[in-house]
């Protein structure tokens, strides 16, 4: 069991909430510092961290030989609307989080959560770049 876990925790931080079955989820929740563990790597802020578009490419759709096309068809979207955020033109919405999370047997909460860290990543890029005044 100790094994699994250490696998799923490296799984958990290599894909910073990416495609993560949720069986392996549940089983580090089991333990009470192992979900002290989960969530402080979790909640870990990324330097630079990934557009979800390249999470969902690299870890969703890749691994499973999937076009762009067949993913749009499959989770109920135009092929252009993928394509965007796949390609870092577009977000994450909350409507799109919860298709994912279906497809793919994640929560929606994940793909929010990679949306909100690269968004405030670059946001505080930004803030800092410039002068705020009250």
């Known amino acids: 069991m100790k094994t699994l876990r250490s696998i799923a925790l490296v799984l958990l931080v290599n894909t910073a909430g990416g495609c993560i079955p949720a069986v392996l ?3 580090l929740a089991r333990d009470t510092a192992w979900s002290v563990l989960l969530r402080q790597e979790v909640t870990m802020k990324m330097h630079n ?3 979800p578009g390249e999470v969902l490419r ?4 890749e ?3 999937l076009t762009v096309t067949d993913a749009a068809r499959s989770l109920g979207v135009s092929r252009k609307a993928l394509s965007s955020i796949l390609n870092g033109r577009a977000g994450i919405s909350p409507e799109m989080a919860v298709r994912l999370s279906i497809a793919f047997d994640t929560s929606a909460e994940s793909w929010l959560n990679l949306q909100v860290q690269y968004d405030l990543w670059h946001a505080e890029k930004t803030g800092r770049r410039s002068t705020w005044r009250n």
């Open 25 to 27: 989820t549940l089983l």
């Open 49 to 51: 961290p990934p557009h």
């Open 58 to 61: 690299q870890l969703c759709l």
């Open 63 to 65: 691994p499973l030989n």
